[in-house]
Structures are given as C-alpha cells and as structure tokens.
C-alpha cells in the first residue's frame, strides 16, 4: 500500500517586516502541532525576506553578462537556510503582491525567484521606513505575477525601440563628420522615460522637468519630445540667419513642449545642459521647485522632476551628493525626484567599472538618503516599462526620490 504523502500547511502575518529572517529550530517528527506549525511559518517567513531583501544578489542584470549576480550558494535563499526543502508539499498562506494567497513552496520558490532575480532587482533594505518596504514589495512582486504587455501596449515599445535605433542609424550616416553621443546599447531608455511621462500624466502630473546629459539627448528630444525631424536636424546643417548669433553644441539645448498623453496634456520642460555632466541637477530641481511654488496650492507634487544621469558621473561627481542631500529639506526639497542612470558600464578613460569605484553599484551613493534603488536590465524593455512606472507611482505616493539604474551598454 502507498504511503500517505501529508501536506502540511502554515499562516502568515506580515505586517511587520522587523522579523524578516527569524531563527529556525530544528523539527522533529514528535514535536508538539503547535510548535510544528509556528516552525513552518517562521521558515517560510524567513525565507521571503530572504528574498526581499537579498534576491538582488541573483539577479541578472548585465546584457553582456560581464556580471551575471552572485549565482553561488547564497544562505539567505537556500530553503534548507529555514530547514525547508525546494520540492516540500507545504501549502502557505502568504501574502505575495499585496494580498493574501494560498501557494505550494515549489510555486512560492518560482513566484519569489521572478520577482527578485530577473531582470529586475529590488534594492531597498537600508530604508528605514517599513511602510515603503512592503509597499515596494507588493509592487516588484506584482509586476511578475501580472501578465505580460497587452498586444497594443508591446507593439507600442517595439515601435519606440525601433524609432530610437533608426535614428541612431540615420544620424550616423547622414552627418558622419559629426560626432555622436549614441544612445545605441541603452534604446529601451526611450519606452522607459515615455513610459515615466504617461504614468505621471496618469498620476496627475502638470509639469516634468528633465535633466540629463548628452548621452541619448538628441534622441529623446526626437522620440520622447516629438521635437520635429526638420527642427532638430537643423541643428546638424546649420542656420545661416543665425550665422552671428551666440551657439552651442546641439547636444547642450533643450526645449519645451505641451505633450498629449492618454490621461490629458502635460508639459514637458529639458533643460539646457553644459558640458559639466551633473551641474545641471540642482538647476532641474530648483526650476522644479519655482514651479511647484507658483502653483495655487502651493508646494505640489504635481511638478514632478526627472534627472538622467551618467553611472561614473552618479557615483564621481560631488554636484550630485549636494542635490541628494538637499533633497528632503524644507527649503529645497521638490517632493522626490525620479532619478534615472543610463548605466553603460563604462565611463570616460576606465576599462572595467570596478576602476570606477569602490561600491558594487553605482547607484549606492543613494543609500544616504533611504531612496530606494530598482535595477533594470536594459535588454528588458518590457520591465524598462514596468520600472518606470513602478517608480513615478512611488514618487507620488511617499514625495521621495527614487533610483532606477538602467544598466545596459555603449554599442
């Protein structure tokens, strides 16, 4: 006769995130049901905040896959860490994505394995706040549990990813004396940023001011802007009835537009940026913060402030560290800034990004101020969009920033 195989079952509460890894006693056959009970629910207690909080570690973000995470045997995501085994009968009682759910382990294991380490790694446990945590949790956990694109939605970014590589070809071979600040190996920064806007018009957003480099900027004035073809490329042949007046490079200016977007118009401001990478970035958060002052309701969120940054100029360059750290005060604080690095792993003269700094990421500088950081594979444009709309949600919800690393590649 069979044995009987018993599938044993265990609740869970939440709503603290203070025991996310508790010690586990070892179980016997003979222990008391009780105790059995309480033992399970605190493995499989542990081993999700092992997740939540240790996952990034596993997570493959690198195109390249120079740095494909830390795939050895991590404790904090071994089930065997919590006395569990991967292909346990044990039904749980959990709460995954912001509600409350009956799931097998193997499913639980899967469930948590795509939320934390895909293309899409959650950094976040040096906040202090346990109420953004879970909220981030329900959030990062909700994009894998959802499905993926609507048919019309992922035409869309496949229509916005071959724009943003068109361009980049026709640029070159059109004006090839000129010299190109290529957005080539990051393009899924265009549905990326596109998708910021309409979510934040979605949010109730009236203003973006954005910030950023050279980088991918003329392609984002074409692509996300709709600056016309003929008015940008101008820029490259010259205007002899301006042939007297004062220039810059075309990769310095920026513009400002009335975009329509699904939920209503916004408007969209980039701001003129020097060769000085991030000096630009106090400048985008203090025109943010005039605007968010003429409002009639005084200090808004509806003014919302979005900075591009470089990975070596993130992590290198103090103008950033100042903006940080004036970005929670009474008197220059903006109500979170949506800061975006278009991470290409390299920076200026350095072969490898270890040369660059001394932390794992370049976005770590962000710890300072408990801004949670959301890394992204830029070979992902699916979760590019995701990400981005994940982050506009936060900055409106808690008025704090945000870091979205986009780490992908210079073609």
């Not at 044993?8 to 939440?14: C, G, I, V």
């Not at 904090?76 to 044990?90: K, M």
């Not at 097998?104 to 469930?111: A, D, I, Q, V």
């Not at 969009?385 to 992908?408: E, N, P, S």
Request: hydrophobic share 40%; with cysteine.
């Amino acid at each position: 006769m069979p044995a009987i195989k018993t599938v044993k079952s265990a609740t869970l509460d939440f709503s603290s995130v203070a025991e996310l890894q508790p010690s586990i006693q070892s179980r016997t056959n003979f222990a008391p049901a009780a105790t059995v009970h309480a033992d399970l629910t605190a493995a499989v207690k542990g081993l999700m905040g092992g997740y939540r909080l240790d996952g990034w570690r596993m997570a493959s973000l690198d195109p390249l896959h120079n740095d494909p995470g830390d795939h050895s045997s991590i404790a904090e995501l071994d089930p065997g860490t919590y006395g569990l085994s991967a292909d346990e009968s044990i039904s749980c009682s959990v709460d995954f994505a912001g509600s409350a759910q009956v799931l097998m382990l193997p499913e639980l294991l899967n469930r948590l394995h795509a939320s934390y380490c895909g293309t899409i790694a959650l950094d976040c446990a040096h906040i202090r706040a346990s109420d953004q945590q879970r909220w981030l949790y329900a959030q990062v956990e909700g994009i894998s549990a959802s499905a993926a694109l609507a048919a019309d939605d992922a035409l869309r970014v496949l229509e916005q990813l071959v724009l943003a590589e068109t361009f980049e070809h026709y640029q070159r071979a059109t004006y090839p004396r000129h010299k190109q600040f290529s957005l080539e190996g990051s393009e899924s920064l265009v549905p990326l940023l596109a998708a910021a806007v309409e979510e934040a018009a979605h949010q109730g957003v009236e203003d973006i001011v954005l910030g950023m480099p050279h980088r991918g900027r003329l392609n984002v004035l074409k692509n996300v802007f709709d600056l016309p073809a003929k008015q940008l490329f101008s820029l490259f042949s010259g205007d002899p009835a301006r042939a007297a007046a004062a220039w810059d490079l075309k990769d310095h200016f920026g513009c400002s537009i009335r975009k329509h977007t699904a939920d209503g118009d916004i408007n969209l401001l980039l701001a003129h940026n020097p060769s000085h990478l991030e000096s630009v970035s106090p400048v985008v958060c203090g025109m943010a913060r005039a605007l968010q002052d003429r409002k009639t309701d005084g200090f808004s969120r509806k003014v919302m402030p979005i900075l591009v940054h470089g990975d070596a100029s993130f992590s290198a360059q103090g103008v950033v560290t100042e903006t940080l750290n004036l970005s929670q005060t009474r008197g220059y604080g903006v109500g979170g800034t949506l800061h975006l690095i278009l991470n290409n792993q390299i920076g200026s003269t350095i072969s490898h990004p270890r040369d660059a700094r001394s932390t794992r990421f370049c976005s770590d500088l962000a710890r300072a101020i408990d801004a949670p950081i959301i890394h992204v594979n830029a070979d992902d444009p699916d979760a590019a969009v995701a990400v981005a709309k994940l982050a506009t949600r936060y900055r409106m919800h808690f008025g704090a920033d945000i870091v979205v690393d986009h780490v992908g590649y210079r073609r």
